[in-house]
């Protein structure tokens, strides 16, 4: 008789949610990674591909895997090259030498600390990304530009690639497009 | 209260290296006064080098949207055209950044109207 009951219940508890329009499945539904959705700066996201006609899609998955989503995001190389040149930094991890040729650093062989600050901000680091993003892809193709923006484009013609970087670029883009 | 306003007409120009970029125009609003862009103007040598060199205005070193990027030409030297939406309190810095991303050397220049206005309390 409990047995019986049960299974009354659950049969109750099944349909009930079925009559409110809820799928069983949208219930586990994994959830959308970081940002796919009301991705954080979108605002200044959607102006700097405006502006500089890079997808905004494109800007988000170039986030996404340089710092997901983190604007404090710092990528020191300076134990290795003993300089700071070679630092990246923010949310786009923007290098000294493309916050120079965009104003916001003097001198990217001895930035201040009030100019890697400046630069960290999301408004100038996601411009100044979005920039560099455009200026690439109206050089080369599409993999070739995503490359870049990672190794630079004198590391590219030395050869180097980032394992995996473009993948996980192209399967961020491919979320957020949709 | 009255205002006391007075109304500049500056026109900066430079050669700006490729790949590189240097600022025009850069202004520390006086404290209790006004600052109110009025009327804008930008120009280069080389006409092939539109959308590959910008006018960007940035206010205590922060990119104004949407005025961070102006890529083509707003009005040639002194003719200028008119900007909104531009006005500065006391205490903070406008500066104006060319930057060039062609290959090559670019003159680029800019004609900038601008009031400058002090509220008598």
């Known amino acids: 008789m409990p047995f019986l009951v049960i299974g009354l219940g659950c049969l109750a508890l099944f349909f009930l949610v079925k009559s409110l329009g809820a799928s069983p499945v949208s219930l586990v539904k994994p959830s959308l990674p970081t940002g796919t959705k009301n991705a954080p700066y979108s ?29 404090n995001a710092i990528n020191s190389q300076a134990a290795k090259t003993a300089t700071k040149t ?22 990217y062989k001895n930035p201040s600390q009030y100019e890697i600050s400046s630069l960290m901000t999301p408004q100038n680091n996601i411009n100044a990304g979005a920039r560099e993003l455009s200026r690439l892809l109206g050089k080369y193709p599409f993999d070739t530009a995503v490359q870049m923006y990672n190794v630079g484009e004198a590391g590219f013609n030395k050869g180097y690639r980032a394992p995996d970087y ?13 | 209260m009255s205002i006391k306003s007075e109304v500049f ?3 900066y120009s430079a050669l700006i290296l490729a790949g590189t970029a ?11 006064a006004i600052f109110k ?15 590959l060199i910008s006018w960007a205005f940035m206010l205590d070193n922060l990119f104004l949207y949407p005025y961070n990027a102006i890529l083509d030409q707003m009005g040639f030297g002194t003719e200028r055209q008119t900007l909104q939406g531009i006005e500065i309190t006391g205490g903070h810095t406008l500066r104006i950044v060319e930057s060039n991303f062609t290959a090559g050397n670019v003159r680029m220049g800019i004609s900038l109207e601008y009031e400058l206005s002090y509220p008598e309390q």
């Open chain 2, 9 to 11: 007409i500056n026109n």
């Open chain 1, 43 to 71: 605002d200044i996201i959607l102006m700097s591909s405006r502006t500089w006609g890079v997808p905004s899609a494109l800007i988000k998955a170039v986030i996404r895997q340089e710092s997901n989503f983190n604007p």
């Open chain 1, 86 to 107: 070679d630092d990246s930094y923010g949310l786009m991890q923007v290098g000294l030498m493309t916050a120079q040729n965009f104003g916001l650093v003097k001198d």
């Open chain 1, 166 to 178: 473009l993948n996980k670029v192209k399967g961020f883009y491919d979320e957020y497009k949709i």
């Open chain 2, 22 to 32: 240097q600022d025009i125009f850069t202004f520390t609003v006086p404290a209790k």
């Open chain 2, 37 to 51: 862009v009025l009327r804008f103007g930008n120009y280069c040598d080389t006409p092939g080098a539109w959308t």
